[in-house]
């Protein structure tokens, strides 16, 4: 778990060091290798991240996007129930990472949870949104410094709402890294 911290570390201080205000781009649909998709502004290019089964990432917006999957069968084989609601997924993610704060319903009714981090060069916040499809749990976070955060929370959601897992699971695990 200590490496994924250090990784979503340094994408937000590379994102806060490269951010820089911009008119809004086009919406266009991402579709991910893992099978998952999504539609948010022109202009991001697909990120490798330890730990995770993948991301995206736009320099010129300030913005990076985390994806993580976390398989029922897992969570089961440590003795953690998988049917749990994903606000007890959420409450349980902020506990092992230490993170205040509630999960909470946007007002487009995603699950999530806000934090903020500091991290070299300033202060990321972190919007961590919560699906699940019949085989995991998935986490995918959107990351911006923190005195541009307000302005995106709306267009966060937005993109949120767009989300369409895959069916069958990918194999990268939350931890195993």
């Not at 089961?76 to 606000?87: C, H, Q, S």
């Not at 995603?110 to 986490?139: E, K, S």
Request: aromatic content about 12%; hydrophobic content about 40%; glycine content about 10%.
């Amino acid at each position: 778990m200590k490496h994924h911290k250090l990784i979503a570390l340094v994408l937000a201080a590379a994102l806060l060091l490269t951010a820089c205000a911009a008119s809004e781009p086009e919406l266009v649909r991402y579709d991910h290798p893992t099978g998952l998709s999504l539609t948010m502004w022109e202009g991001f290019e697909g990120q490798d991240a330890e730990g995770f089964v993948g991301g995206y990432i736009n320099q010129d917006q300030g913005i990076a996007i985390l994806m993580a999957e976390e398989l029922f069968a897992s969570l089961a084989n440590v003795g953690i129930d998988p049917e749990m609601t994903l606000e007890e997924y959420g409450r349980f993610l902020m506990d092992c990472y230490g993170l205040e704060g509630t999960v909470e319903c946007d007002t487009l009714g995603n699950t999530r949870f806000i934090y903020d981090r500091d991290v070299q060069g300033g202060q990321a916040r972190y919007f961590a949104y919560l699906f699940r499809n019949d085989v995991a749990f998935w986490t995918v976070t959107f990351m911006s410094a923190r005195d541009k955060a307000d302005g995106l929370e709306e267009t966060f959601s937005q993109w949120a709402a767009t989300i369409e897992l895959p069916t069958e699971a990918v194999g990268q695990v939350r931890g195993n890294s």
